[in-house]
């Protein structure tokens, strides 16, 4: 895993985003103690996550509910 200062990785931050994205993780370092570990999220592909009316049909409002 490659250590990087926060001085390198304000200058480079776009290129290891992408690095961190591709899957190579990488920390952030400050005077050569680690600090932050960045790696991709494991998010859900688009169109994969139906949050909203996952309950539909499943429960039911009372007539009288104001």
């Known amino acids: ?8 990785a304000k200058t480079h ?3 290891l985003i992408e690095k961190a994205a591709d899957g190579e993780a990488f ?6 103690k680690p600090l ?3 790696t991709a999220l494991d998010a859900p592909a ?3 996550c139906h949050r909203l ?3 539909a049909g499943q429960i039911s409002v ?3 509910f104001d």
Do not use: T, W, Y
């Open 1 to 8: 895993m490659q250590i990087v200062n926060i001085h390198e």
């Open 13 to 15: 931050l776009s290129r």
């Open 27 to 32: 920390v952030i370092a400050e005077v050569g």
């Open 36 to 38: 932050v570990k960045v």
């Open 46 to 48: 688009a169109g994969q």
């Open 53 to 55: 009316g996952f309950l």
């Open 62 to 64: 009372p007539d009288d």
